[in-house]
């Protein structure tokens, strides 16, 4: 008895995460990313309509399927000569798909200054090693520096 084997081919549609500007627009998006991502440290309305508003400031978002699932802002800070990350989130939901790694280098690619800084909970040991692996480092500590006490790792990067 003979054995006939075919090869049944379907198509997987996955999700295409997309990076772009964000604007006043995602207000309501980013808000609600910050409380998911952020919790009691997330920022109040008036920064975040700072950060989607404020000249100069380099803003990203990173969507899938028409969702914002992650967003980075970074602040040119002529006086010091360096951009610093002023945020940088990503939905836990999509967290270890190399969406932070995405913003970062999309941010980097778009800043016009020598250096990019940024502050980490020094518990955040994930988002440590992803910005070690991007070729940040340790530059400072500042003592008590997030609401709850906890110190803040302050890293840096010459483009």
Not at 13 to 20: L, N, Q, R, S, Y
Not at 95 to 105: D, E, F, H, Q, V
Request: net charge negative; with cysteine.
């Amino acid at each position: 008895m003979g054995f006939s084997a075919f090869c049944l081919f379907c198509l997987i549609e996955f999700p295409i995460m997309e990076i772009e500007a964000a604007n006043l627009m995602d207000l309501g998006a980013l808000r609600h990313l910050e409380n998911v991502c952020f919790g009691n440290d997330a920022w109040p309305l008036l920064d975040l309509i700072a950060v989607l508003t404020w000249p100069d400031v380099i803003r990203l978002k990173a969507t899938e399927s028409g969702e914002m699932i992650g967003f980075i802002a970074g602040d040119p800070r002529q006086s010091n000569g360096a951009v610093w990350i002023a945020t940088i989130a990503v939905d836990p939901r999509f967290r270890r798909r190399g969406i932070g790694s995405a913003l970062m280098l999309e941010c980097e690619r778009r800043v016009s200054m020598p250096v990019i800084k940024l502050t980490a909970r020094i518990s955040n040991q994930g988002a440590i090693r992803m910005y070690e692996s991007l070729g940040y480092r340790t530059s400072d500590i500042w003592r008590a520096y997030y609401s709850d006490g906890e110190d803040g790792l302050v890293m840096s990067k010459t483009l």
